[in-house]
């Protein structure tokens, strides 16, 4: 488990390069909305997601309760990284990480594709 801190305006970009920097089978990158994933579909050109094969989410929008962190794929296979672009969002986290006792790292800032 990652957060990175990152500029609203920056995220689009950000996630570009961690997925140019990331090997994957598969990846799921949640939103708050649908309106936020149609445009980030738009945005990728990406295909639909077969969920058994997902070993990276990235939250593009932190979720807001620890039921959605939970139903958004904590418990899966790989890793998770967590968009922060807010103090708002950063004591959601924190919240979150308190109520379910995780440990949630920065994100690096060299990308170890190996694991």
Request: charged share 30%; glycine share 4%; proline share 3%.
């Amino acid at each position: 488990q990652y957060s990175l801190t990152v500029e609203e305006a920056e995220k689009n970009r950000k996630l570009s390069d961690i997925l140019d920097a990331l090997d994957f089978n598969q990846l799921l990158v949640s939103t708050k909305n649908l309106s936020r994933a149609e445009e980030l579909i738009s945005l990728m050109g990406r295909d639909s997601v077969e969920f058994r094969r997902v070993n990276i989410i990235i939250h593009y929008d932190t979720p807001e309760t620890e039921e959605a962190f939970l139903h958004r794929g904590f418990a899966s296979k790989g890793f998770t990284i967590t968009f922060l672009s807010s103090p708002c969002e950063e004591d959601i986290l924190g919240r979150i990480k308190e109520n379910l006792e995780i440990v949630i790292y920065d994100f690096p800032e060299q990308i170890d594709t190996s694991t």
